[in-house]
């Protein structure tokens, strides 16, 4: 079954980096979806963190995720990464990359309702 895949979720010290990657299996081909990232804490809304248009590769940012999270496509493996620097506590979380399909946009969403494809989520710890 075509799915998004997350990796790269664990325990990091405060200030420490991450790369996330949403991978599509199975089929799931990348290039025809805008791909965002989100995340969610226990007791807190999912909050979409930077969201890439397909073809045009353009990026958008939560205020939260600027300066700090980049946001990269990788067409020859299949993939969307989220690299992730100078991370705090208040970035733990389960982050989820979630796909959306349709006429392409200038600017990429970061409301989760305009996403129709989820993974499962990779969980995020930032723990001295």
């Known amino acids: 079954q075509a799915q998004l895949v997350e990796s790269g979720g664990g325990l990091v010290q405060p200030g420490g980096s991450l790369r996330l990657s949403c991978f599509g299996s199975?089929?799931?081909?990348?290039?025809?979806?805008?791909i965002g990232w989100f995340r969610q804490a226990p007791g807190k809304v999912r909050e979409g963190l930077s969201c890439?248009?397909?073809?045009?590769?353009?990026?958008n940012y939560a205020d939260s995720a600027k300066g700090r999270f980049t946001i990269v496509r990788d067409a020859a493996n299949n993939t969307v990464f989220l690299l992730m620097d100078r991370l705090t506590p208040e970035d733990a979380a389960i982050y989820y990359c979630?796909?959306?399909?349709?006429?392409?946009?200038?600017?990429?969403?970061?409301?989760?309702?305009?996403?129709?494809?989820w993974g499962r989520g990779t969980q995020v710890t930032v723990s001295s």
């Open positions: 890439i248009t397909y073809r045009t590769y353009n990026p």
């Open positions: 979630a796909a959306s399909g349709g006429e392409l946009p200038a600017t990429c969403s970061l409301a989760d309702g305009r996403y129709h494809w």
């Open positions: 199975s089929g799931f081909n990348l290039d025809y979806f805008t």
